[in-house]
């Protein structure tokens, strides 16, 4: 699974959207305002650190079964540290990738969440570079 050029953050405008306290099961009756809890900005639920912040675009179907699909946008964090388990955006011998970062007995890993994909041991004469900890996946109801 490829990921587009990274777009760093930068915050144009706030918006506040009503946050309602009541949660929803399946379908959603129409809102009472006594059910309103507060506003909601997005910049602040999904942004953490700001200046470590960027977002990519995902091609491919490599992460499908993390619930990432192709098109679906991530929200990256260069702030976090990359720990076995961890989705990450990285750079192997020059392309962008989303992977499962896995560190076992001090061999490297990038695992798909798609059988159908090999995972990746990172030997010596490769280069990675971890560009940062997926913390938010955006996508579209589907």
């Not at 679906?72 to 962008?96: C, H, N, Q, Y």
């Not at 007995?105 to 997926?134: C, H, M, T, Y």
């Amino acid at each position: 699974m490829k990921v587009d050029a990274p777009i760093p953050f930068a915050r144009r405008t706030e918006l506040n959207l009503p946050l309602f306290s009541a949660r929803v099961q399946a379908g959603f009756p129409s809102p009472a305002d006594d059910h309103l809890e507060r506003s909601i900005d997005l910049n602040e639920e999904l942004i953490q650190h700001p200046a470590a912040t960027f977002f990519v675009r995902v091609k491919g179907e490599s992460m499908h079964d993390a619930g990432i699909q192709s098109g679906d946008i991530l929200v990256v964090d260069r702030s976090l540290a990359p720990t076995d388990r961890k989705i990450v955006v990285a750079m192997i011998d020059g392309e962008f990738t989303v992977k499962r970062f896995r560190n076992q007995e001090g061999r490297i890993f990038l695992e798909a969440a798609n059988d159908r994909f090999p995972k990746i041991e990172v030997s010596g004469d490769q280069e990675l570079v971890v560009w940062g900890v997926v913390s938010f996946v955006i996508h579209p109801a589907r």
